[in-house]
Nanobody, 127 residues
Framework: QVQLVESGGGLVQAGGSLRLSCAAS????????MGWFRQAPGKERECVAA????????YYTDSVKGRFTISRDNAKNTVYLQMNSLKPDDTAVYYC????????????????????WGQGTQVTVSS
């Protein structure tokens, strides 16, 4: 069982930055690929970024490439999402998720592959 707790959301003006963190419980964090998803009102949940167990492979959806950076610290059981140059379209509830993917060092970007989810954190970008 893995418990995920997101933090770092909030209200920011367009062009600003936020850093989301997701702290995971348990001693096997390094056996999980991690992902950040978001869901805006009236829209389906989408994968924003994903990262492999080692951190060596990453994925970004096209709309955030060059602006968002996913990273992880396996010693701290934490995954991060650095969000720069934020736009009003980035407004959503952001969720982190974990997918058991040992021993493969890859990632998933479809939500049905993920085993555990956090409760979400609201990100609001004002124009």
């Amino acid at each position: 069982q893995v418990q995920l707790v997101e933090s770092g959301g909030g209200l920011v003006q367009a062009g600003g930055s936020l850093r989301l963190s997701c702290a995971a419980s348990g001693r096997t964090f390094s056996r999980y690929a991690m992902g950040w998803f978001r869901q805006a009102p009236g829209k389906e949940r989408e994968c924003v970024a994903a990262i492999s167990r080692s951190g060596g492979k990453t994925y970004y959806t096209d709309s955030v490439k060059g602006r968002f950076t996913i990273s992880r610290d396996n010693a701290k059981n934490t995954v991060y999402l650095q969000m720069n140059s934020l736009k009003p379209d980035d407004t959503a509830v952001y969720y982190c998720a974990a997918a058991f993917l040992y021993p493969s060092d890859s990632y998933y970007y479809t939500e049905n592959k993920y085993d555990y989810w956090g409760q979400g954190t609201q990100v609001t970008v004002s124009s």
